[in-house]
């Protein structure tokens, strides 16, 4: 009795393919007799797959890519509240050079290239002001108020 190679599980790394995915998740906003449940849809972006892991990006709700990037197991991105879309395939090709650039490390080179801001005067350096420095803690005088008309406003 042989095989057929179609009985063979597929490795879930062939299951998974580069694109925008849909999450759904179920949760309960509230409590006691005012608790709701609400569905939250988040879309991600595959950034990169791996053999056991990938890493998917954030998308926002005009589906740009956000900096948050999240790893996931293939096993979660396989179970019930995940789905491929796709009818994203367009939009993922032209999200692609974003998503790689958001994906790729900056280089140290170009960090160390960047020059530091230039530094505010400490207030140790400069010129020091005359007389004594201000109490913080002192209220500021201002000018004194009349006096309060005795009686109430029927005197008037």
Not at 19 to 30: A, D
Not at 67 to 76: A, I, R, W, Y
Not at 142 to 151: D, E, M, V, Y
Request: glycine letters at 8%.
């Amino acid at each position: 009795m042989t095989s057929d190679p179609g009985d063979q599980p597929v490795p879930m790394i062939l299951q998974l393919k580069e694109g925008i995915y849909l999450e759904k998740k179920m949760s309960s906003i509230g409590t006691g007799s005012t608790a709701k449940t609400v569905e939250y849809r988040n879309f991600w972006a595959t950034g990169s797959l791996e053999a056991d892991f990938a890493v998917m990006i954030l998308l926002d709700n005009e589906f740009k890519p956000t900096s948050l990037k999240e790893t996931f197991s293939l096993e979660v991105l396989t179970g019930p509240n995940w789905f491929f879309i796709a009818e994203g395939e367009k939009k993922y090709q032209f999200l692609r050079p974003q998503l790689d650039q958001i994906m790729s490390p900056q280089p140290q080179s170009a960090k160390a290239e960047t020059p530091a801001a230039p530094s505010s005067p400490k207030w140790w350096e400069g010129d020091v002001p005359a007389g004594p420095p201000a109490n913080p803690f002192e209220l500021k005088k201002t000018a004194k108020k009349a006096p309060p008309k005795k009686g109430g406003w029927w005197d008037t």
